[in-house]
Structures are given as structure tokens and as C-alpha cells.
């Protein structure tokens, strides 16, 4: 049990109120029906699975209802930092005593 | 999303249809509650207790969702109800017997009376411009009404969050997690609050609350 902040609410709340979406940054190709088979599996099926930092996409679930993201370390389960849809982590992996904005 | 707004032209009216039965076509209306004969418990059941509980039903749930930084719409908002939408998250604004519950940073809660969601929605439709939803789900879920002495000692059993007066003031709303299901809970007052809660929910809450509140008493009220 911890508390996770939402960015759109404003405050921390359960983490029951939340649920994990998996990998943050994906970008859908523009074109899907120019990708290879190759290309458009890895975008749909391929996820990093990392021991250590991750960039995650979560929801607000019971809440707001909206999309966020969070940088996790999948070890400890710290949470890093959160930032909004469209936004880049300032904690990536290499950097990690980044802890501002 | 202001590029969207530029690009959309209005294509058509939407349909706006009166959900509720015509004068004298013997449908009668049901709350969720219905069943739970309120009436008949708040005479009949404990005049006395910590916990009071009256379901406001039948009003009209109007959910707006539109762009918090499109000044025409929020004047549009404040023309049709005479109150402005609460941008400020989790906050809430009353005003006589027309609320307005912030949901998301797009989306709104409007509560009215049942009897002139029609009139409000189709005024809406002839007010609002741009890009916006408006969805009227008054069937879909109804308000319950708690006060008394032991109210957040029973909210403390329902739901994670925290209810101590600098954490949870007057004017305050949260969408959580309730009892295994979730609500819509503002604090109207110091002691008083009121829950959103969807139809399909409403008799498992209802059992759940009457379970919850019974070492305070419960007093039901119409
Ligand atoms: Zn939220």
C-alpha cells in the first residue's frame, strides 16, 4: 500500500485508485500500413522490461479517469517522478540524482 | 486542442430528447433506491442516531465535458446556469438547488432538478460552442445525503480517503473508491456530505451503508 500523486487531482491518493498501463513513449507509426511486420509488432507487442528505472504510463482510474506518466524504479518500487502526458522524464536512467524539473 | 476547436465546424444540432414521461402518461418514475421504501423506514425506523441518511433522487445528472481554457465556453456555462464551472480541481459550487461537482480538468458533474434537465440541456445546445460533450445520465445514478455526529467515522470505513477538515474542507469533491465500488463524495458541510453513485450500486451500497452505520444508529429521512 502507497500513495501515488495524481498530477490532474492535485494530491496523493491510494495506489487501489490507480492501475498500471504499461510502457510510457510509444509512439504509434504514422503511416501503420508502411510498417513491415517486423516494425508493427515490435510496436504493439515489444515492451522493455528493465531492472531498474522505468518510464510507465498510469491511470487515475477510480479518480480523475486520466492518463499520467511515472518513473519507477521496478527494484526498490520508488517512484521518481510523475509528469503529464506530452511531457519528458527529467529522471532517466545515467542521470539519476536528477531530481528537479 | 485549440487547433481541433478551429477546424471543427458545427455540423449538426444533436438530438436532446425529454427523459422524462409526459404529464399524465401514467409512467411513473423510479429512483434506484426505489425499492428500499425510504419512506416507509423514515417513519416507521429510528428517530434517533449518528448517522442520517435521505437519497435526493431523481435529479438531473448532466456531465459536461468541454476545454477549461475556451473562455466562450465558460461564459456559455455561467448564461445557462448562472454559475461558473469550478476550474479549481476537487472543488464543488452550489448555488439554490444547482450544483456543479469538478470531475477531471475536462469534465464536470451538473446537478439540477429532474424537471428542468430538459429545459437546461436544450438551452445548452443553443448556447454552448466549439468542441464539447454534454450527456445526460439522470438514470444512471442518484444521490445519497449523510450527516450527523458520526458520518466520517462511517466514510472512514467506505473509502481510503482522508477526511480531516485540512485534507477534506467544506466544498471539497473526490471520485474514489467506495465500499468496493466507488462515488462521487463532496463535503457540503461540516458534517455533512453527499455521494454519486451509480444505479446498478445503489442497493449494495445501500445494504453496505445500513451495515456500516449500525453500531452509530442510522436515521433515514425523505
Ligand atoms: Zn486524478
Redesign the pocket.
Known sequence: MFYIY?P??GEHREEEEFHAKGQAHIVRPIDPAACDDKAWGEYLFFRKNPRGLHHELWI?AA??R?FFNMTRDTVTYEIKEIYKIGEQPSVVAGNKLAGNK | MSDLESNVEVVAKAAVMNQLPADGSGVRAESPLFHAELEVLAKQGPQQGGVHLRENKLQGHLTLRCNQNNPDQLAAVETVLGLALPIQPLTAVVKGDISIRWMSPDEWLIVVPGEQTFDIESCFRDVMTGHYSLVNGSGGQTIIELWGPDVVSLLKKCTPIDFHPTQFPVGKVVSSIFAKSGAVISRTGEDRFELVIRRSFADYLWLWLQDASREYGLVIEV
Open positions: 495524481c490532474h487531482c487515475h479518480g480523475c486520466k
